[in-house]
């Protein structure tokens, strides 16, 4: 399976510029989440990808040639391009048996019958709907409907699989299910996938790597994780995660090169790192993820319980530390607190973030309340 390249992609609607200067490499095998709040671009990437859409300027490459170039008036159709396009609503046709939607394409390539049977039953045991060959997508369920439709895009053995949030119209737990199929699906075909949504769950839980976009823009490429733990500004640490990760505003002060002291009106604490402060330490933010928020019997701070949601496996805490701080923080297990309840709190050592005064990541490491 093929890598894809975006070489400094740019697309604008009149005034509007839906995909700023995007440039990515997309390896052999990947799955590619394209990440980040409507009207961010993700949509508009994944066209141009498969040349519904052309870029205003750019390059795009499919195992290493070129589909799409501004320069060079290069604009392959979307046909010569091997990619198969997995729509949201699924596209079936009604008047079709669940066999005849698959093989649909295959007829059109005047593929002779007994290929086609056998890949169709292939597909049909892939996707573990071999039962339905003879049902009509009314027949079927949301999640079988979407595995006919994953089945008639894999049909013509496509070098890349594009998909369009997918599953946005199966209930919470269709939604899961089909995740972990699309994970195996993945595996087994080795395939490269490249896979629109807005949810940040499924783009931690099914990619290799996510492509967080906002407004156009490219703010974070890398490994779900690196993206989780270390995010590169405030807009990533605080769109990846539920609860979202705590930002508290400080002004810095700083003791060497290492360590600072931070203040605000509710807080106040020594932080330290292994990494070089940045040297401008006026106005900076820390942030903790919430389950990095650990209640103590007698360390750290006090803070007042506002809220607590226990759900069985876990319970979230809504904290108020002062009269203006608002904490979250997830314990694991069946616990719970009363509300106004005062407990105390101290953050996970070498989990904290830093960041400058643009938002930007500055350093990670260790804060202990002063």
Partial sequence: MPSIELRNITKKFGDFVAVDNLTLDIKDGDFITLLGPSGCGK????????????PSSGEILIDGKIVFSSEKSIDVAPKDRGVGFLFQNYALWPHMTVYKNIAFGLENLKWN????????????KLLKIEEFPDRYPAELSGGQQQRVAIART????????????????????????????????????????????????????????I??????YLQQYDPP????????????????????????????????????????????????????L???????????RPENVLVTEKDGIE???????????????????GEDVMLSCVMIGSVDYPSDSIINIVFKEDHVLLFDGKGDFAASGSVRFI
């Fill in 211 to 216: 492509c967080l976009l906002d407004r156009g």
């Fill in 43 to 54: 949509t508009t990437t994944l066209r141009q990808i498969a040349g519904l859409e052309m």
């Fill in 225 to 276: 994780l690196t993206v989780y733990n270390r995010p590169r500004n405030k807009f990533v640490a605080d769109f990846v995660g539920n609860p979202t990760m705590n930002l508290i505003s400080f002004k810095g002060e700083r003791k060497d090169e290492h360590t600072c002291v931070l203040t605000c009106k509710d807080m106040k604490l020594e932080f330290t790192t292994a990494d070089v």
């Fill in 154 to 209: 894999l049909a013509t053995n496509p070098r890349v699989l594009l998909m369009d949030e997918p599953l946005s119209n199966l209930d919470a737990k269709l939604r899961m299910e089909m995740r972990a199929e699309l994970k195996r699906l993945h595996h087994e075909t080795g395939a490269t996938f490249v896979y629109v949504t807005h949810d940040q769950l499924e783009a931690m839980t099914l990619a290799t790597k």
């Fill in 113 to 124: 019958k007994a290929d086609i049977d056998k890949r169709v039953k292939e597909l049909l």
């Fill in 278 to 288: 940045p040297a401008e330490l006026d106005e900076v933010t820390i942030g903790v």
């Fill in 303 to 321: 803070v007042r319980v506002d809220t607590s949601l226990p759900s069985g496996m876990e319970t979230i805490l809504n904290l108020k530390a």
